[in-house]
């Protein structure tokens, strides 16, 4: 079965870090692409950044690059998301999702594009 699950959301101020970790398990993790979404009360749901944990290829929302990084643990069979810089628009759920076919070097925000989603961490970035 698969299933992606995601941890450490919480409540910072403005600048303040956090880092996001998403667990994968029940597919080969380094065959496919790992992205993460994030979606705010009343707005769509918004592609942050994915990897290609093959090839480590990362891909940035215009809107968090330089101030998020992506990375993943193959050991862990973990994808981390590092944000800094954090400001209140970042306030949201985030939630890891799968590519659809085990594609690394995917550069995607489609959420339809992705078909295993995890059930989201919150993230709340106070003024």
């Known amino acids: 079965e698969v299933q992606l699950v995601e941890s450490g959301g919480g409540l910072v101020h403005t600048g303040g870090s956090l880092r996001l970790s998403c667990a994968a398990s029940g597919f080969p993790f380094d065959d496919y692409t790992i992205a993460w979404f994030r979606q705010a009360p009343g707005k769509e749901r918004e592609g942050v950044s994915c990897i290609g944990i093959s090839d480590d290829s990362t891909f940035y929302a215009n809107s968090v690059k330089g101030r998020f990084t992506i990375s993943s643990d193959n050991a862990k069979n973990t994808v981390n998301l590092q944000m800094n810089g954090l400001k209140p628009e970042d306030t949201a759920v985030y939630y890891c999702?799968?590519?659809?076919?085990?594609?690394?070097?995917?550069?995607?925000?489609?959420?339809?594009?992705?078909?295993?989603w995890g059930q989201g961490t919150q993230v709340t970035v106070s003024s």
């Open positions: 999702a799968r590519y659809r076919a085990s594609f690394a070097g995917v550069n995607s925000y489609y959420a339809d594009d992705y078909d295993y």
